[in-house]
């Protein structure tokens, strides 16, 4: 541990994230508050009390209650939504689901910064249906939304069935502008798979508004719910054709008044749904821990990833990558580029990351922040480095990180 960390913010009592490290990472895992976990062990010890009554009588009242709170959160109905552990399962689910519309030529629009997972399970249902992936290169760095919008337009043709598009992109940090994209990609008959696995308590997102033909997110991101929470959002004209990859007990008819989209979800086979269910707790604890609630998080949190983005900029000498209005609360930078000789060098290096930069921040510097290359690009390219800021977070640890950074690229232009 080095001696003299910057000390979080004050807010930091709240998770109990290890004091000896500067943790930059939420957007990778999130993070739990104590609260929250707190409350997550009161429903395991409600179904370890008497797991047969939790599973027969209070399952479903929690998971229901917990729902619509996360539905009003999001501004639709419950009916909308079912909860899945991860937007990996998400997004295989609904793939899974739209084969059998799928014809060979068929063409499923993605492009260059979605997330791999995504991308493996859209190629398997290519191979599957013989359907063609046809993948747009965002640009980046970049100026304006309006690239991205025409990047991914000039994509369509006639035979685009699926539209997979991030809300806030892994790789890069872009928030994508899907208020113009979902209704114009669905108006021409496209279905959108949002994946907005960080959208919800990042910015703003409202699906009631958006409708999307399908959607998930993570609430174990931004809104800090246990691991293992996500939803899977469908819309009501698409719901008949999507099942679980997993079918359990009831999957022969629906129960009374749940419908089969809730009967086929709400249990998948015998698991620990407490993640689920803190998912109320947790929008309401992380709600109240500033006085404007949730509008302040996102508040606070985008602007302190902007002040610390633009302090590592300054640092190691280059310009931010996006404008500031296509950004939420991660943020990437790209970094000084190298020769290609050195490039090659450098990563070569083992790593237990993407890049053994990385290891070293860790390592000698206790700083918890992922690096990669550029999206798009081959390993061994320009890199990035993205910051995420959560209510945690100070801008001394920015300030910190500039620092070690400038100190550990100078280092490699000697190798
Ligand atoms: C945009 C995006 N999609 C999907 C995922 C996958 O999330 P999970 O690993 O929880 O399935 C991530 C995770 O970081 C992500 O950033």
Known sequence: MQPSLPAPSPLAEHWQLDPSTVFLNHGSFGACPRKVLEAQRSYRDLMEADPVRFFVQLHEPLLDASRAELAAFLGCAPADLVFIPNATIAVATVL?????????????????HEYPACQHNLKRTAQRTGAVIVSADLPFPIKSDSQITEALLAKVTPRTRLALLS?????????????TLVPELERRGIRVMLDAAHAPGMLPFNLGELKPSFCTANSHKWLCTPKGSAFLYVREDHRPAVRPLILSNSAEKPKPGRGQFW?????????????YLATADSIRTVGSLVPGGWPEVMRRN????????DTICRAIGVEP???????????????PPHTPERHARLAAR???????????????????VPLWHVPGTPPGSTRLIRISSQLYNS???????AAALKRELDREFSL
């Not at 009967?263 to 993640?275: C, E, K, L, N, Q």
């Not at 985008?302 to 983005?309: A, I, S, T, Y």
């Not at 996006?322 to 970094?335: K, N």
């Open 350 to 368: 083992p790593s237990a990351y993407h890049d053994a930069l990385q290891d070293i921040l860790l390592r000698d510097y206790s700083i918890q």
């Open 263 to 275: 009967t086929d979800f709400d249990f998948v086979g015998t698991d620990d749904p407490s993640a």
């Open 395 to 401: 801008p001394a640890q920015y300030d910190y990180l």
């Open 167 to 179: 809300a806030v992109t892994s790789p890069s940090g872009l928030a994508l502008p899907v208020r």
């Open 321 to 335: 990558p996006a404008p500031d209005s296509m950004l939420g609360t991660i943020s990437s930078i790209l970094l």
């Open 302 to 309: 985008h602007d302190l990833v902007l002040k610390g983005r």
């Open 96 to 112: 899974a689901a739209l084969e059998p519309t799928l014809r060979p030529g068929d063409e499923l629009l993605t492009n260059n």
